[in-house]
Every structure is written in C-alpha cells, then in structure tokens.
C-alpha cells in the first residue's frame, strides 16, 4: 500500500467500526443509508461511536475527512431521524437568503454533534423544471444570480458551525435529463455551459471543495468534464478550488477502465478521489492509485493533507442536546 491510497474519500459497509473492513488507510469517508442505524433513539449516538471509532483507526495522524449527503429534501441521509425537510427550491422561493442560511446553520449544528466535518453541499446547479431532470428542486433556481444567492447563504450559514460546504456539481447539470449515476449526460450548447458555470463563479475560490459532474460539453468530449483538465483546473472561467470528482463509481464515467479514471482524474487537477459504492469500486481504485508514478499524486496528497489539518473537531455528543436540536430543527420544517 502507498501513500496515494489517502487520495481516496471512500465509502464504505458496516454500521459499527468493527464491521468496517478496508483494505487501505483512506483520507476521507462519506456515510450513506447503509452505514446509519435508522432507529432515532439509537441511531445518532450509533453513528457518533462510528465515527470517532474511525477517526481513532485512520485519523491518528490526521483528522479523517468525514462526510455525507445532507442537503434537505429528497436528498437527506439524517431523513430517518429528523423526518421530512425541505428542499434548496423551497427554501429560496419561500424564505430566500434568510432561510436558506438558516438551515444551513441548523445542518451544520447537528453534523458537527454527529462528527461529521464535511457536508456534500450545496446543489448549484440551475434547476429548469424539465420532469426528467435528475436534480429538480435539489436546485433553487434557473437563473444564475438566484442559485448562487441562495447556495451561498446557505453554505454560509453551514461553515459558520464548522462544517466544510462543497459546491456541485461543476460545471453544472441544467439541462440535462440523463442521470449521471446511469449513464453520461451531455450538453451539447457551449451557450448552455456557460449559463451553468456562472452560478458558480461568485462563489468558488482556492479553498473551497467543488465536486465536479461526469458531463460531457463541447470543450471535454469526449470525456466527461470531470476527467478533463481543461475543465477542471485549467477551467475556461478561472474558478479555483479544491476539486474532487464525483464518485467515480457511478455510470458516467463507467466506460473509463479504473487506471484511466483514476490517472486522468488526478491529471486534470483532482484533490480527492471520490469512490463510494462497493468494495470492488473502492479496492480498484485504491490499487490503481497505489500503481500511478509519485509525480501524479504527491501535490494531490499534499493538497488533502494541509486541508485535513485545518478540519475542526466534533462537538460532544450528548441525548439531550441532540433531542433539543431535532426539535427545532422539525419546527423549522413545519413552517418552511
């Protein structure tokens, strides 16, 4: 095993630290469903144990990075505990700025008691109303300006409890109808990607995770923007950040053999290497990161490293703050 295998953010199996079984020491882990106890009395101090087991396994010199999905709305990993919540497009439309930073305060607070450093969030994309589009009100807007607005108050209102953001997913899929977990959406119109990309312009800067999309444009094909460095670091608006691709399991960037996603991703300029679904995806890629020439992932790791020393330590978990939090937090949701 090298070194580069800390380029991974991994998913993993296992509710208990016990069960978890990896072949390797990554840098990050992402939670989904699978690894949360849905019970809500036991679940979240379930969870909390996980992750600082974890932490004490693979973080000893580091702190891991450690994140999940929780946006609100259909895309809500804490769903089980917490109930419904709404969408990014509910909160703009109904409560703009304010309410928007308002979750992401509320998020940001109950992550940080969970352990987690890292939320996979905002969505800002632009959102168009088609019924196949595969992000529908995930996003807040179909006007540049208004997506940018309300994802930033939002990741404001998120990093000001601590929680890392991540803007997503570059250079933005509105338009598209194509699920890129399923296959590789395309957008044929540079006039199209570039409406896309001006909502992340405001913004993105050197220290801001940016989650890049398996999307083919004219500038990428024909690969993906994800594993393309002219759409990547070498971007044509200058946006900086800490780049990481999304997962490179998902069927966007399936017709791509582990070595070539995993050389072109670090190629184009990737900090992480997002891998999540199964212990075939996350072996593979370990191993073809572990095979790659130093030259290729040493300014990666250390990019991820100087990062993971700026992470900042969970808060304690306790019942009662927890019960106290969840309150407000679905009051919040009833008035939305």
Do not use: Y
Not at 196 to 209: E, Q
Not at 253 to 259: K, L, P
Request: net charge negative; aromatic share 8%.
């Amino acid at each position: 095993m090298t070194r580069a295998q800390q380029l991974l953010w991994t998913g993993f199996r296992g509710l208990d630290p016990a069960e978890v079984d990896l072949p390797f020491s990554p840098g990050g882990i992402i939670l989904f469903a699978r690894n949360l106890d849905p019970d809500p009395e036991r679940g979240p101090a379930r969870c909390r144990a996980l992750i600082d087991g974890l932490q004490a396994r693979f973080g000893a010199e580091l702190p891991l990075a450690v994140a999940l999905d929780q946006e609100g709305g259909p895309v809500s990993r804490l769903r089980p505990w917490t109930g419904p919540t709404p969408p990014l497009r509910q909160l703009w439309t109904g409560g703009g700025a304010k309410a928007c930073s308002a979750w992401g305060v509320l998020w940001g607070e109950g992550l940080r008691m969970l352990g987690f450093n890292v939320d996979f969030a905002p969505v800002l994309d632009l959102w168009d109303g088609h019924p196949d589009a595969g992000i529908g009100d995930r996003a807040a807007s179909g006007l540049p300006a208004e997506a940018a607005a309300a994802a930033g108050a939002f990741l404001h209102g998120l990093e000001s409890t601590g929680v890392r953001g991540c803007l997503k997913h570059f250079p933005g899929l509105g338009g598209t109808t194509l699920d890129s977990h399923q296959g590789l959406p395309s957008l044929p119109q540079a006039a199209q990607v570039e409406r896309n990309a001006a909502a992340f312009i405001p913004l993105a800067h050197p220290d801001r995770l940016v989650m890049v999309a398996h999307l083919r444009t004219p500038a990428s094909q024909p690969l993906p923007a994800s594993l393309h460095r002219d759409s990547v670091v070498d971007n044509p608006w200058g946006i900086q950040g800490r780049f990481l691709p999304d997962d490179l399991e998902m069927g966007g960037c399936a017709d791509w053999s582990w070595e070539d996603r995993t050389r072109l991703a670090l190629e184009a300029g990737h900090q992480w290497l997002l891998v999540c679904q199964t212990p075939e995806g996350w072996t593979a890629c370990s191993e073809a990161a572990a095979r790659l020439p130093e030259f290729l992932w040493a300014p990666a790791l250390a990019a991820t490293r100087s990062m993971r020393r700026h992470l900042p330590a969970a808060t304690p978990f306790n019942a009662q703050t927890w019960k106290g939090w969840l309150a407000r937090l679905q009051t919040a949701a009833k008035e939305a």
